[in-house]
C-alpha cells in the first residue's frame, strides 16, 4: 500500500526538549516537505527537499532542523529553540520539486508542550 | 515568490445550495492550481486540479475556473452535502523553477448548515 505516514499521531513534548517528528514515503517521490499548521495560518512551509542529501529552509525554519539522508525519510526535528511548538504538522511529498505536481501529504501529528 | 489569497476564510451555506471558493495569485508564471480538502483531523487530499492550459474543469459536483488574466480561480461546488464540511485550501505552483512546492492559501473553512 504505497502512501506517506508520519508518527507518531501525538506528540507532547517538555519545555527545552528537542523531539522528532518522522516521515516516510514509499512512493518513490523525490520532493518532500514539512509544514506547520495553526488555526487561521494555513500551511507554511517549514523546511523542504529537492533531492536525497539535500534540503532547504522554508518561510518559518527557525527552531527546526531536518535531515534526508534516504529519499524515503525526511525527519523533521524541533529543537528548544522554538518558542512555540505546539502545532499540528504535516509532512508532504510529489514526484519531484517543480510545483506543478501533486503534494501527497501524511496524516499528521499534533505536537503540544506541556 | 509566490503569494496566493483566499476567500472567504469561513463560509457557511444551507444544504443543497452552492458554494464558492476564490483564490488569487501574484506570479503570473504560475501554471498549476490544486484544491485540497482537509477533514477535521485528517490530512488534506487533492480534490480537483487545473493547469493554465485550460479555462474550466468539472467533476461531478466540483469545478474550477481559472483566468489568468486576471490571476484568479475558484472552486465551486454544487448541491452541497454534509460531508461536503471540511477546510479547503487552494495553491498555485509553477513548473519553470519553483523548487519549493506549492504555495497554499490560508483556507476556507466550509460549513453546511442542515
Known amino acids: 500500500d504505497g502512501g506517506i505516514t508520519q508518527s507518531p499521531k501525538y506528540l507532547f513534548r517538555k519545555e527545552g526538549q528537542n523531539v522528532t517528528l518522522s516521515c516516510e514515503q514509499n512512493l518513490n517521490h523525490d520532493a518532500m516537505y514539512w509544514y506547520r499548521q495553526d488555526p487561521g495560518q494555513g500551511l507554511r512551509l517549514i523546511y523542504y527537499?529537492?533531492?536525497?542529501?539535500?534540503?532547504q529552509k522554508g518561510d518559518i525554519a527557525e527552531g527546526y532542523s531536518v535531515s534526508r539522508e534516504k529519499k524515503e525519510s525526511f525527519p523533521l526535528t524541533v529543537t528548544s529553540a522554538q518558542k512555540n511548538p505546539t502545532a499540528f504538522y504535516l509532512c508532504a511529498s510529489s514526484i519531484n520539486y517543480r510545483g506543478n505536481t501533486e503534494a501527497f501529504f501524511g496524516q499528521g501529528t499534533r505536537l503540544t508542550v506541556v | 515568490g509566490e503569494n496566493v489569497e483566499q476567500h472567504p476564510s469561513t463560509l457557511s451555506v444551507q444544504e443543497g445550495d452552492s458554494a464558492v471558493i476564490k483564490c488569487t495569485y501574484s506570479?503570473?508564471?504560475?501554471?498549476?492550481f490544486p484544491w485540497y480538502k482537509q477533514e477535521l483531523g485528517k490530512r488534506p487530499q487533492l480534490i480537483i486540479d487545473i493547469r493554465s492550459n485550460v479555462g474550466e474543469k468539472k467533476d461531478q459536483r466540483i469545478a474550477v475556473t481559472l483566468n489568468k488574466t486576471a490571476k484568479h480561480f475558484s472552486l465551486h461546488i454544487t448541491e452541497t452535502q454534509p460531508e461536503d464540511s471540511a477546510v479547503y485550501f487552494c495553491a498555485a505552483g509553477d513548473s519553470g523553477g519553483g523548487a519549493d512546492g506549492l504555495t497554499f492559501g490560508k483556507g476556507t473553512h466550509l460549513i453546511i448548515q442542515p
Open positions: 506570479d503570473s508564471a504560475s501554471n498549476y
Open positions: 527537499s529537492q533531492i536525497v542529501n539535500d534540503f
